[in-house]
């Protein structure tokens, strides 16, 4: 008797992850979802764009005090900033990333981080740009509005740094993700993570990964 070897095949999985490179919630939602994805590996095969939103899009060139940005924005009290502050950091070394909280004393205009993910994703490193920019930002304390660190970074995932530097210098791609964004907001996404599966369930917020996997299970299970 011929005993067979052959598992199921994994089922195609589009995952739009929409989100901000200075949200700190959707680092959490991110690497969550990967560890998910890894549990899921024989069974999900994922596809996974990454959709550009702003926070702060009026923001100016300079930024912006995050402390003062946070008091005006939401009317947080020092102590709850220092609350929210831990409870992020506490979430990141779970999910074994590093909230250097002491780095990032101001916040930025992401739009060009934003142009630059857009023209990552036909490069194929989409991924890895977002990956190195939540490290850029929330781990060094580094500026993503900064065009010398957006191709720095650019550089350290792989990508051309003088095909990098053309987009930024031209605006390119600017429509395209100004589109994006509208859709989404016109879509109803106003806060982020949201992190959509095949165009149709909707998983917001910077979720444990058990959320995301009991979600994609019966996602998957239902299709």
Known sequence: MTVSTTSATPVPVRIDFVSDVSCPWCVVGLKSLEQALDKLQDTVQADIHFQPFELNANMPPEGEDIGEHIARKYGSTP??????????????????????????????????????????????????????????????????SSHEVLLKVAGKVGLDTVKAADVLASGAYADEVRAQEQFYQQNGINSVPAVIINERHLISGGQPPEVFEQALRQIIAGA
């Not at 779970?94 to 857009?118: C, E, P």
């Open 79 to 144: 102590e709850q900033m220092a609350q929210s502050r831990e409870a992020i950091r506490a979430r990141g070394e779970q999910l074994g990333f590093t909230f250097a909280m002491d780095k990032r004393g101001r916040i930025y205009n992401t739009f060009d981080a934003h142009r630059l993910l857009h023209w990552a994703a036909l490069e194929g490193r989409q991924k890895e740009l977002k990956m190195a920019l939540f490290d850029a930002y929330f781990t060094q304390g580094q500026n993503p």
